[in-house]
């Protein structure tokens, strides 16, 4: 029993944020950031606008791509890190803001950066057990939120964003969310957190060893357990943390660097929105096509780590 997509949509706020920008209001360079992370621009929503109001223009994309309505689909997954609201959740908000009238289920995951990866491995046992026939995945992060402005090692690095994926039951096994597996390794969380006044603490030299050790092994476990090596995925989208790890998760790998979906550049961290935009830009500009093998690894808070393995 598998999935298959169906439509994607994706949310980027108005306001771009750029290295030059960061230039005018602390210390640091559009050289320094460039060099550390490989980002450039990143996109900031605007003071009064929310995770939920993202994410379901994002939804209500996918929907329009599908060429659906709210009440055609089952269940709603959103991985998000940033509400506003501790609760309800945000995915039952986002059925409320799209007119839901069938009373179909709908919850969030919090597994940060690699919520997205989380969100696939929930839809995917849903698929396997035949509970449900299509089921949206939302990734919705307002991380500038959390940023300080006062600390140039992490202000830079963040932007806001949501992502919407439908995928639908299929009777083929090897379409849509073929296999995933997750982690986690809660000893080691105050290496990337929150702090109480809702800021973000970060020892960003060990996170950087991790996390380039953590979505290879990810990755490797995924492909092992499809019995495929690196020459049978045409594309690696990681998470869009940093460009150095990614390089560097890409030679572990074997991958080249020219089968590596690459958005971090342009939209900078999104968190559990990452793997989603990245998606979306590549299939917006026909960068993936039909019928291609995506690998996706990620590592985030927690810690937390792990990959899905999809055909679109």
Known sequence: MGSRLIGYGSYLPEKIMT??????????????????????????A??????VDMAAVAAQRALDNAGMTIDDIDMIICATTSPELDFPS??????GRLGASRNQPAFDVRGACTGYIYAMHCARAFFTAGMHQRIMLIGAEKMTRFVDFNDRSTAVLFGDGAGALIFEHSSSGYSGIIDTVVMADGREFDML??????????????????????????ASYIMEHAGISADNVDWIIPHQANLRIINSG???????LNKIIVTVDKHANTSGASGVLALSYALDNDIIKKGQLILYPAFGSGLTWGAALIRI
């Open 19 to 44: 290295n030059q920008d960061f230039e005018k209001i602390m210390d640091t360079t559009d050289e320094w950031i460039v060099q550390r992370t490989g980002m450039r621009t990143r996109h900031f």
């Open 90 to 95: 945000v995915g039952v908000q986002v059925l």
């Open 46 to 51: 605007a003071d009064n606008e929310t995770v």
């Open 193 to 218: 957190h929150g702090t109480p006044d809702h800021k973000i603490a970060m020892n960003g030299p060990e996170t950087y060893k991790r996390a380039v050790t953590c979505m290879p092994e990810a």
């Open 250 to 256: 890409a030679q572990r790998l074997g991958f080249p």
